[in-house]
């Protein structure tokens, strides 16, 4: 039996619209979660938060430098477990074996 999802609303302010996430965010720009249950209850949200803002370039410098930090930080923390997740595969499988030659 298929397990219900949960939908995390995010307002993406490269795309200029609503993201509905069911499982891990696909979408590499720069966006904000907004919180609530339902589509109506994020749009809420984001009209309080922004405004009419549709595009990064319509906030505020000081919402712009948030969003796009956050975004950086989410990124780097992404590729640090990615890396670490790699370091750890390579020290199991250990070094290459050394004759490699066809024969």
């Known amino acids: 039996m298929k ?3 949960t939908t995390t609303y995010a307002w993406c302010f490269s795309h200029g619209r609503l993201h509905h ?5 696909w979408c590499t720009a720069t966006w904000a979660i ?3 249950a339902t589509e109506d209850e994020a749009l809420a949200t ?9 595009f ?9 430098i ?7 930080d989410a990124s780097e923390a992404a590729a640090k ?6 370091e750890t595969l390579f020290r199991r499988l250990g070094p290459p074996p050394t004759d490699t030659k066809e024969k």
């Not at 948030?66 to 950086?72: Q, W």
């Not at 477990?81 to 790699?86: A, M, Q």
């Open 3 to 5: 397990q219900p999802t």
């Open 21 to 25: 996430f069911d499982d891990e965010p």
């Open 81 to 86: 477990t990615i890396n670490d997740g790699l």
């Open 66 to 72: 948030a969003l796009i930090d956050a975004r950086r």
């Open 34 to 36: 907004l919180p609530g």
């Open 46 to 54: 984001k009209e309080e938060r922004y405004g009419d803002a549709e």
């Open 56 to 64: 990064l370039h319509q906030l505020r410098d000081d919402q712009q």
